[in-house]
């Protein structure tokens, strides 16, 4: 029987490739701390194998899900949409207005063409049921567009619930006469984003004093050492980067070079993220960040007495566009601690702890919406802005983008004990990349903060 050749560190679920041995530099940042010391740089290496550009701006392209659905702002009688829809009891066969903003993130006037069926509906009452068919489209009008639309069935009496209460709309096939026409085409583009390289350094400098008193020569243990800390030291740096980052492009006015910087998952979600986000749930900025101790339904509950109804809610608000359970969630030690509260007080909810994975030691939280794979960062549990965070991850969707040759490198002083630029007195090394991260599945990003904490408002 054939053996099994021992990886030391990062683990996947299965078995080890042969060309995916960790042979860079930024893979022995994970030998070296192979718990979860850099859990966002273990998920890049592991998911996906790194990828090299020809630029240092770098673009990549998505397509969203295709929701044939969405929101209007009125319905009216008349095409200069004037006259607001105000009765119940409206009779097929009328000719109605819908007023949509088409300048909106995923707007209703993506997925309508003249012949469309559509369904009006109320998100709040199932009573309210409404047929039509879309006779013509005005996409521009910007924020005022217009879908006309004839009624195929008639509107109902029910105080509340009736057509004029409707607030939103389903999209069906188009529907043709024999030896009708054509519907008129409908393309979607693939979304664009991008970002930037950005040149990373931490030097590892030391006096020929010092290396003579200490015996520090290169091999040696202390070397060693000091070496590996400056290598962990910019593995932490990265690890910051890949959470606040911020996409950037200027010049040095010193070298008159240009600087970037590489955009981080936090400003990806806030640019990237779904538009708009319900305020009684604690979203702000968009869809994809929330916060219990802002959520106003939760108002002045402690995180005992509403958090688990808060999280299943927000669950199901993000799980629209996010497969919950095919995420990694980094989360701080606060988090845990607030879900550990929950798991003892509630029997349909509990944690258990799963084998070492992608180099992480992850504990899995079970609830009715599904299983959550919760990762315990070391970074979070340090820093207080983030102790309470969570920060959920598809799998697959952050990968690792370098320039030329790519990798994490350790650079040594070639001008040691040779001279060199104004005789240094001593050796100054360099660890360097260039990197920077591309993100993908941007709608299934999200951040909760508050975790644990109780509410403020």
């Known amino acids: 029987m054939a053996s099994i050749t021992p990886v030391f560190g990062m683990r ?16 022995e940042m994970l030998r070296k701390y192979p718990r979860g010391s850099l859990p966002l740089t273990a998920i890049a290496s592991k998911s996906v194998k790194t990828e090299r550009v020809a630029d240092p701006t770098f673009h990549w392209w998505e397509k969203h899900l295709i929701t044939n659905a969405g929101t209007f702002t009125e319905i009216y009688t008349d095409q200069k949409m004037s006259s607001a829809l105000a009765v119940d009891n409206t009779a097929a066969g ?92 409908l393309s979607y583009k693939p979304f664009s984003m991008y970002n930037h390289t950005s040149i990373k350094k931490a030097s590892l400098g030391m006096s ?24 962990e030291n910019l593995g932490v740096q990265m690890e910051m980067e890949i959470i606040y980052g911020t996409r950037s492009e200027d010049v ?20 990237y993220g779904r538009a708009g986000g319900q305020a009684a749930l604690g979203f702000y900025s968009n869809e994809n960040i929330a916060s219990f101790a802002r ?4 108002s002045s509950k402690t995180w005992i007495q509403g958090g688990f109804d808060w999280l299943m809610q927000v669950s199901l608000y ?21 879900l550990t509260i929950l798991a003892e007080r509630r029997a349909t909810v509990h944690m258990e702890v799963r084998d070492v994975e992608y180099g992480m030691k992850v504990t899995r939280f079970l609830t ?69 991260y591309e993100i993908h599945d941007s709608k299934s990003w999200f951040m909760l903060y508050d975790v644990g904490k109780d509410n403020v408002v």
């Open 94 to 185: 009328v000719i109605l207005h819908l007023k949509v903003d088409a300048t909106g993130d995923d707007p209703l006037t993506n997925y309508v063409v003249p012949g469309s069926g559509i369904l009006l509906g109320l998100t709040t009452d199932h009573r309210c049921e409404v047929r039509g068919a879309v006779t013509a489209i005005d996409r521009s009008a910007g924020a005022s567009s217009r879908i006309s639309f004839k009624l195929l069935t008639a509107d109902n009496s029910i105080a509340g619930a009736s057509l004029d209460d409707a607030n939103r709309v389903l999209v069906m096939p188009t529907v043709f006469s024999e030896f009708g026409g054509v519907p008129e085409p």
């Open 12 to 27: 996947g679920t299965g078995s080890w490739d042969t060309d995916e041995r960790p042979t860079s530099w930024r893979q």
């Open 252 to 271: 040095d006015p010193a070298t008159n070079q240009p600087i970037r910087r590489s955009m981080g998952l936090r400003q990806f979600i806030r640019t």
């Open 368 to 436: 009715p919406f599904g299983e959550f794979n919760v990762v315990d960062a070391p970074l979070f549990n340090r820093e207080p802005m983030l102790q309470y965070a969570w920060m959920g991850i598809p799998k697959g969707a952050l990968r690792f983008v370098t320039v030329d040759e790519g990798d994490v490198q350790f650079l040594e002083d070639p001008n040691y004990k040779k001279g060199g630029h104004g005789h240094r007195d001593g050796r100054l090394d360099l660890w360097m990349v260039e990197s920077g």
């Open 295 to 298: 959520a106003t339904d939760f």
């Open 208 to 231: 020929r004093t010092a290396m003579a008193v200490r015996n520090l020569r290169p091999n040696t243990n202390d070397w060693k050492e000091a070496k590996r800390e400056t290598l």
């Open 318 to 338: 993000l799980s629209t566009f996010t497969d919950i359970s095919n995420c990694y969630h980094i989360v701080g030690n606060g988090v845990k601690l607030g």
